[in-house]
């Protein structure tokens, strides 16, 4: 099931303020969404708006293309799971997955076999068989979210609205979670959106993320795209490690403040601006300048070295030499991509690759030294 916000504003009723802003959002039939970004942006608003827990002041909630604005939560058959979803304690696992067909209507509920059966169901894909006579406090954590998961799934809803479901469990339990909600997701065929502070949660899990700030959705699109090519440095940032170098730009070549950093080509305006860049877009340029990198520690092919430079130390993630040096003395670093920013402009720097060593011309000029 698709679901579309259409300009939803839903505004604080204590002081008008928005907490939701205005937003509009399609979400694809099957795919998975994940709602990011800082405490406070509205998306737990946005999803209680969904759900139909939240009013909304203005704009439409369509399911497949039927707007739901005037129906309320059980009705829009949405499962909805918290970071604190309470099971109750006095009732066995399997008597807390089958409550919400058990309490239906007379007419609606389903004989107490089938009940029994979905349940039994549920708990196999639950990765939970045999635990439906434990009560909730006999499992671990990562089980008892399993269980309200299938809780929420035991009535059959085609939209899982997910609010940190996993927040409170350790690192571990949480990345093994992650595999099997997805592929969860995709056996059920359920349209899927999950808040969550955790960006490599979203990156690994979502088709599509959407980052809000201020009640409003700041840019969404693949999780690729949004670290590719961020709309903005509050992107940038949020979607990834970031240094930020401070200088400025003169005819077109922008300087770092800071020594042993090779310029590079600007398209903005004179005047001060600020490089940002990730980590593994600089390399180093051993032989070139005056500072000393230090590795920290090797991942793979990579190597994380602590770079100083004058008074100050910069992180770099770049590519080792073939020996792995612990100390690379008189380097020069050398941004290869990044984005410079100065109030409303913001534009990506590319620096074609390394064809030999660089110097720096006495105007701030980038000179490669022509292959031989
Ligand atoms: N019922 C309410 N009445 C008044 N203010 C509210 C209400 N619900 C949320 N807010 C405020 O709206 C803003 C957005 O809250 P919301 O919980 O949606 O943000 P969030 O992005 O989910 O944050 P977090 O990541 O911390 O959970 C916050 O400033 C919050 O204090």
Redesign the pocket.
């Known amino acids: 099931m698709s679901v579309q916000l259409e300009q939803i504003t839903h505004r604080?009723?204590?002081n008008g303020r928005p907490?939701?802003d205005n937003v509009s959002l399609a979400v694809a039939s099957g795919s998975f969404t994940a709602?990011v970004?800082?405490?406070?942006?509205?998306?737990?608003?946005?999803?209680?708006i969904i759900a139909g827990l939240?009013p909304h002041q203005a704009g439409h909630v369509s399911i497949d293309g039927t707007r739901v604005d005037t129906l309320d939560a059980r009705a829009r058959n949405i499962g909805f799971v918290f970071q604190h979803y309470a099971l109750f304690a006095h009732m066995s696992v399997a008597a807390n997955i089958g409550f919400g067909l058990s309490v239906r209507p007379r007419g609606q509920r389903p004989r107490r076999d089938v009940i029994a059966r979905r349940v039994e169901d549920l708990l196999d894909l639950m990765q939970l068989s045999g635990l439906g006579g434990r009560h909730p406090h006999e499992l671990s954590g990562g089980q008892r979210q399993r269980v309200a998961l299938a809780r929420t799934l035991a009535t059959g809803p085609r939209v899982l609205l997910l609010?940190?479901p996993f927040g409170a469990l350790d690192p571990l339990v949480r990345r093994q979670i992650r595999g099997w909600l997805r592929s969860l997701h995709e056996r059920l065929g359920l349209t899927t959106i999950l808040?969550t502070?955790d960006r490599q949660e979203a990156a690994e899990l979502a088709d599509t993320v959407v980052l809000?700030r201020h009640?409003r959705i700041v840019q969404a699109g693949t999780p690729q795209a949004l670290e590719d090519t961020p709309a903005d440095p509050f992107t940038m940032a949020f979607t990834g490690d970031l240094v930020r170098l401070g200088g400025r730009v003169e005819n077109h070549v922008f300087t770092p403040d800071l020594p042993d950093i090779l310029p590079v080509t600007a398209p903005i305006a004179a005047g001060p601006a600020e490089l940002l860049v990730r980590p593994v877009d600089i390399a180093l340029r051993p032989g070139q300048g005056q500072a000393t990198a230090v590795l920290r520690q090797a991942r793979g092919p990579l190597g994380l070295y602590d770079v100083r430079l004058g008074t100050d130390t910069l992180q770099v993630e770049t590519l080792m030499p073939p020996d792995r040096p612990r100390i690379l003395p008189h380097c020069a670093l050398d941004v290869t991509a990044g984005r410079l920013a100065r109030d409303n402009a913001w534009a990506s720097v590319e620096t074609p690759p390394f064809p030999g060593p660089p110097s720096i011309h006495p105007t701030g000029e980038r000179i490669h030294a022509q292959h031989s």
Do not use: F, Q, Y
Request: net charge neutral; aromatic share 0%; charged share 25%.
């Open positions: 604080n009723p204590r907490i939701v709602l970004g800082p405490s406070g942006a509205g998306k737990t608003s946005l999803l209680r939240d609010d940190e808040v502070h809000m009640g």
